[in-house]
């Protein structure tokens, strides 16, 4: 099992950049998928990015180009590095761990953006 606790996340304005961090305790990081995703009231969670245990990186068409993630096993973190902030990205942002098909999620952390 795996406990996942994010960070980052605050207020900034449009075209700005925030950097999220997930920090996650407990065994074997390394054989984990990592992702983030993020919510707003009253719609579905939607995936952001995702990196798979070879550290190949994935994401959807609307963040591509803006958004990067990474991963440091040996700090057991994954990032989310968050460039030309729109105010469509304000949500929560989740940070999940998948292995065996068993998923854990963070708490998550709010990105507002907005001038």
């Known amino acids: 099992q795996v406990q996942l606790v994010e960070s980052g996340g605050g207020l900034v304005q449009p075209g700005g950049s925030l950097r999220l961090s997930c920090a996650a305790s407990?065994?074997?990081?390394?054989?984990?998928?990592m992702a983030w995703y993020r919510q707003v009231p009253g719609k579905e969670r939607e995936l952001v990015a995702s990196?798979?245990?070879?550290?190949?990186?994935n994401y959807p068409d609307y963040v591509k180009g803006r958004f990067t993630i990474s991963r440091d096993n040996a700090k057991t973190k994954v990032y989310l590095q968050m460039n030309s902030l729109k105010p469509e990205d304000t949500a929560v942002y989740y940070c999940?761990?998948?292995?065996?098909?068993?998923?854990?999620w963070g708490q998550g952390t709010q990105v507002s953006v907005s001038s």
């Open positions: 999940k761990a998948v292995r065996n098909y068993n998923a854990y």
């Open positions: 407990g065994s074997a990081f390394s054989t984990y998928a």
């Open positions: 990196i798979s245990i070879y550290g190949s990186p």
